[in-house]
């Protein structure tokens, strides 16, 4: 069975570029988060959709993050312009049913980017 | 808001040495614990997990408490081996309705050696 699949696995760019991160959902998964990963603080919830619509973004450090879902099946994460403090590892999950009772989020493998 | 608190890594045993993995968390509800764990170039997946207190949650070896008294979830195995080192993730969701993903401790990385 397919998990969630992240891409690309490695980014490297420049300071100012923009940035786009795709993920593709587990089949029947209601629920897609975004979280970033970094040394100094951890795992971060960016974003979260239900059935594609945006839920909570409170975890969207600035106006330079987007996220969006079009389908069922995909979203991607963009960031413009990047910065060298977005240097991290980006990962998507998704859950298929209300996590809050059974916590269980599929990650997918990451996206590590570094931006020069 | 929500927290996960969890010792500070590296933790290097020897194969076949008992493991714990403290961790403590503060919460506005009744939360559901969870450990989930990352192996070198995955993504985290769920180790096991416990919905209310007194719960027990095992898999693999491992097993961790619900303790609602002291606010814990401390991981534990008896004996170690070498495909056990990864980096282990504590973590919650809290019951105040919504969902909402989890809050994650910053991880211990967990190193043993042959």
């Known amino acids: 069975d397919a998990g969630v699949i992240q891409s690309p696995r490695h980014e490297v760019t420049e300071m100012g570029q923009e940035v786009t991160l795709r993920c593709k959902p587990i089949s029947g998964h209601d629920y897609l988060f975004w979280y970033r990963q970094t040394m100094m603080r951890g795992l971060e919830l960016l974003i979260y959709?239900?059935?594609?619509?945006?839920?909570?973004d409170s975890g969207m450090p600035e106006d330079r993050f987007s996220a969006k879902m079009p389908n069922a099946s995909f979203s991607t994460l963009k960031i413009q312009p990047s910065e060298p403090r977005d240097s991290a590892v980006y990962f998507c999950a998704s859950s298929p049913r209300e996590p809050l009772w059974a916590g269980e989020l599929f990650f997918g493998e990451g996206s590590r980017l570094t931006v020069l | 808001g929500d927290s996960v608190t969890q010792m500070e890594g590296p933790v290097t045993l020897s194969e076949e040495a008992f493991l714990t993995i403290n961790c403590t968390y503060t919460?506005?509800?009744?939360?559901?614990l969870f450990w989930y764990v990352q192996y070198p170039g995955e993504g985290l997946q769920l180790l096991l997990k416990a919905t209310k207190a007194d719960d027990k949650g095992s898999n693999k070896g491992f097993e961790a408490t619900y303790r609602k008294e002291t606010t814990s979830f401390h991981l534990e195995k008896g004996s170690v081996q070498v495909s056990d080192s990864a980096v282990y993730f504590c973590?919650?969701?809290?019951?105040?309705?919504?969902?909402?993903?989890?809050?994650f401790g910053k991880g211990t990385h967990l190193i043993i050696q042959p």
């Open positions: 959709f239900n059935n594609n619509v945006p839920i909570d």
């Open positions: 973590a919650l969701s809290d019951s105040g309705g919504g969902a909402d993903g989890l809050t």
């Open positions: 919460a506005t509800g009744y939360p559901s």
